[in-house]
T-cell receptor, first 112, second 114 residues
């Protein structure tokens, strides 16, 4: 019951910006968009989250469209260590709890 | 390093057995979440505890149970193990239980049932 759609894979050249798209056309007004990544079989790593405004932190930028139906995660200067599965997640509220519903994610491969 | 610790890192056991996975949340976090990641199912939410109380349940089997102790560490108990229970089990923690609160994941326990 994932609420997001991502392409299955993407390649990027090292040093270039990686733009990872995500569609969440059924998102509700108070639902946040979260991005995590998972390198090999390590625990998912939090990247960034946002509601309606664009957000930036030391890892990435998140651009959310005005209608909130899609977003783009931007890694400004991709490195080989950014090769991972990236998950775009819309938080699901359930009785005061917030569980993460992971989809299949998108495999980003950064090439030398 | 997320600050969430999980033990053991690897666990190999036989069908029908029972195991306990342990999770220590980040300092100050009150919520603990358990997730299962298998090859065919992806990452699935199992259960959440907040300050010792069960808060939400996901796709957790009846053979599985969890609890959160007064010191806030949590244990996931898996019994009558089957081959299909082989998976990575992740614990995550967050400060509260609501949005927008970020969950930070531990390194996981890899369970192999033979």
């Amino acid at each position: 019951d994932a609420k997001t759609t991502q392409p299955p894979s993407m390649d990027c050249a090292e040093g270039r910006a990686a733009n990872l798209p995500c569609n969440h056309s059924t998102i509700s007004g108070n639902e946040y968009v979260y991005w995590y990544r998972q390198i090999h079989s390590q625990g998912p790593q939090y990247i960034i989250h946002g509601l309606k405004n664009n957000e930036t932190n030391e890892m990435a930028s998140l651009i959310i469209t005005e209608d909130r139906k899609s977003s783009t995660l931007i890694l400004p200067h991709a490195t080989l260590r950014d090769t991972a599965v990236y998950y775009c997640i819309v938080r699901v509220s359930q009785g005061g709890s917030e569980k993460l519903v992971f989809g299949k994610g998108m495999k980003l491969t950064v090439n030398p | 390093d997320s600050g969430v610790t999980q033990t053991p890192k690897h666990l190999i056991t036989a069908t029908g057995q029972r195991v306990t996975l342990r999770c220590s949340p980040r300092s100050g976090d009150l919520s603990v979440y358990w997730y299962q990641q298998s090859l065919d199912q992806g990452l699935q939410f199992l259960i959440q505890y907040y300050n010792g109380e069960e808060r939400a349940k996901g796709n957790i089997l009846e053979r599985f149970s969890a609890q959160q102790f007064p010191d806030l560490h949590s244990e996931l108990n898996l019994s009558s193990l089957e081959l299909g229970d082989s998976a990575l089990y992740f614990c995550a923690s967050s400060w509260t239980s609501g949005s927008p609160d970020t969950q930070y994941f531990g390194p996981g326990t890899r369970l192999t049932v033979l």
